[in-house]
């Protein structure tokens, strides 16, 4: 990764304001300090507590993607320290880049006609000791008013869903979100299946907290989930129409042009 140690990283459309709530402060990353931070929490959680097979090198989670990406960042006030992050891939960069991370777990090519205005979101993380808090509810602020201030119209990203039980929590999660995929006409496909239906069980589950907030917001599956090989996890891709956000999801977050704090990216 390219290091600008101290110098502030330049990024289309301006910056995202602070928002603060419980101690901490949500922005985008200024620096390559902090985004190599961010990418430090990321390796934390995903190699060390989820045992992924991550590229880069020890201790940083890193792929071609992070140059092009803004980084969303939640702060603890109290020690400075990134407590929470996610990377988001905005449509122009996408479309330097010719490609999505997701392009590489799906085919993507029912989404065509959403690309020229399409964000992706991924390598969410929190640490532990700010889970089931406030953190994420704040990150999930600023990637909407991301996308808000960028004019985008939908989100793209990928939820993943570990498979260390063998896949019987995935196989049974999948067969409940049958019911909550997008029309077959823009369903995605993916690569590498993940395949649910060798597995027998139906107990009815829960949706994980992440899936469950996507689906809360107004959020759909995109279609069957992918095997991601290195994350040893189910990758289910959830697309959200910025403007379809559920009426409650819009009240918890703000109108998005009313009660915005600064103007829109010209």
Known sequence: MQSIKGHRMERDGGPLEASRRQGLSVRLARTWDEVEAAQRLRWRIFAQELGAELEGPSGIDHDRFDDHCDHLIAIDQSHGRIVGTYRILPPHASARLGELYSDGEFDLSALADLRPSMMEIGRSCIDPAWRGGAAMAM??????????????????????????????????????????????????????????DSLNSVKRVEPPTLIKGYLRAGARVGGLPAWDRRFNCADFLMLLAVEQLSSRFARRFGDPVKRLDWPLAA
């Open 139 to 196: 990150l999930w602020r600023g990637v909407y008013r991301y996308a808000i201030e960028r004019r985008v119209t939908t989100i793209v990203g990928c939820a993943s869903v570990s498979l260390s039980d063998g896949g019987q929590y995935a196989a049974n999660l999948t067969r409940l979100l049958l019911e909550s995929m997008v029309d077959t006409s823009i369903q995605v496909t993916p690569r590498e299946p993940f395949r649910f």
